[in-house]
């Protein structure tokens, strides 16, 4: 049996008359990439939302990390709970390092985290430059991010994420938008190192390109449903996953 980190069931989110996420079960195993795919306005950012704590008020269902039922927790203390994720349209700071973009971000925003800080502060510190280490960074860890490639921004983003805190697993909303076809191959190689290293990700993205090429299995929103889960290839030939995304080619080339 596979090892699951994250697993939703039965989440709902609704606002107003609107279910954006209805009733979706679905999971995410240990060590693997998992893509969560759908058409503009499938309920996908809504689905991150509802599971990281920020849609307390319009969401019912369960929420489970390695087991344990999370569901109704703030969002701080989700954070704490090891779920790390990036924000759809957060831009990076660029007057100040890329060190200082992972600082700032890796500063507990809990009255325990603070605590921590505050008596080892080299610990934080500690966190900051493995992340550098991780994602190949220390070398531009002076410059600014104006400095870098797009791509190269897009991971200080995922750094952000990543430094937060002991992440189990870390949700990346559309992490590579705007990059070209180059950098979105060179991004997507560089989460494939990092599920190397043992992380476990879920990525949205609606570049069916991508999620092809670097996911190990993809759940499939439409409308606020799951309408397929599978492997890439299952995906690839499915005729749900084909209508919903008429007239963009399924395959791995279409950037
Ligand atoms: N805060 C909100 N209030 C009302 N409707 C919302 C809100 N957030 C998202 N929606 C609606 O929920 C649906 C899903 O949106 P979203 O999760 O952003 O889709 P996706 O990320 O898959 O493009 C859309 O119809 C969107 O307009
Ligand atoms: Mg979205």
Redesign the pocket.
Known sequence: MSDTVLYTEGLT?R??G?T??NNVTLDCNRGELTGLI????????????AVTGF?PD?SSGSVQIDGTEVFGRPAHLLAHAGLSRTW?TLELFDDISVRSNLDVASRLLTVRGAVRDFFRPTEREDRVEETLALLGLTELANRQPVELSQGQRKLVGVGRALVASSTKILLL??PAAGLDKTETAWFGQQLRELVGKGYTMLL?D?DMGLVLNVCDRIHM?VF?ELVTSGTPEEIRGNPDVIAAYLGHSVDSSNG
């Open positions: 989110v606002f107003g609107l954006a996420v759908g058409p503009n306005g499938a309920g996908k950012t809504t689905f991150v939302d849609l319009n759809q909303d559309e949205i609606h929103l606020g």
